[in-house]
């Protein structure tokens, strides 16, 4: 098993900088946010307003669950809330080696400023990041093998960190 997983706060990059190690690897990309919406043919603003957090969460363990055993060389992108729910925690770290892209308040606001496709954060966004992010910072930390700071980096600057602490070349 040669795999990285990814794991954050929403706009901490899981996406961005996940694709792009993926290519830099010539390694499989795949975004759990993405299978589901491919799953269900629906956004996942869509899935929360239709059938709310609930299901969606259900969807994310279903998925997560589904990918045990059958994956290698890939990086995989979480949800932001995937390991929240107990037990999904144990589960990606038996896919790979986790990567926290640990990233403050301030950046994630700067970062996701008029960005309508969080449900979560509808509303008074800055109340919701630092309630949510003070909540699941220490969950994230935990469930980590590394943690790798995004804030004022670039890309490929933190893609370079992953590659050099994970010894994923070797
Ligand atoms: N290191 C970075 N420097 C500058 N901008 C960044 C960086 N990482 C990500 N971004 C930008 O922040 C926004 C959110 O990034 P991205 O969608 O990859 O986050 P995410 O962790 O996948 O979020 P979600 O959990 O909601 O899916 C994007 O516009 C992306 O281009
Ligand atoms: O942090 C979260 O709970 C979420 C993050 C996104 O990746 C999506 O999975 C969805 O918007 C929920
Ligand atoms: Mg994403």
Redesign the pocket.
């Known amino acids: 098993m040669n795999n990285l997983i990814l794991i954050g ?2 706009g901490c990059g899981k996406t961005s900088v996940g694709f792009q190690l993926a290519k830099r690897l010539n390694f499989n990309f795949c975004d759990t ?1 993405q299978i589901i919406e491919e799953k269900v043919k629906d956004t ?1 603003n869509h899935i929360f307003e239709i059938k709310g957090e609930e299901y969606f969460r259900k969807l994310e363990t279903e998925t997560i669950k589904g990918l045990i055993g059958k994956l290698n060389n890939t990086v995989l992108s979480v ?3 995937l390991p929240i729910q107990t037990g999904n925690e144990r589960l990606i770290r038996e896919l790979g080696c986790v990567v926290y892209l640990k990233t403050s308040k301030d950046t994630i606001m700067q970062r996701l400023s008029g960005d309508t496709t ?3 954060l509808a509303g008074d966004q800055d109340k919701r990041i630092e309630k949510l992010l003070s909540f699941r910072a220490p969950i994230y930390e935990a469930a980590a093998h590394l943690i790798v700071t995004t804030d004022g980096r670039l890309i490929h600057d933190i893609i370079d960190e992953i590659i050099n602490r994970t010894g994923v070349l070797l």
């Open positions: 706060f929403m946010d996942i949800g932001g809330g969080r449900p979560l």
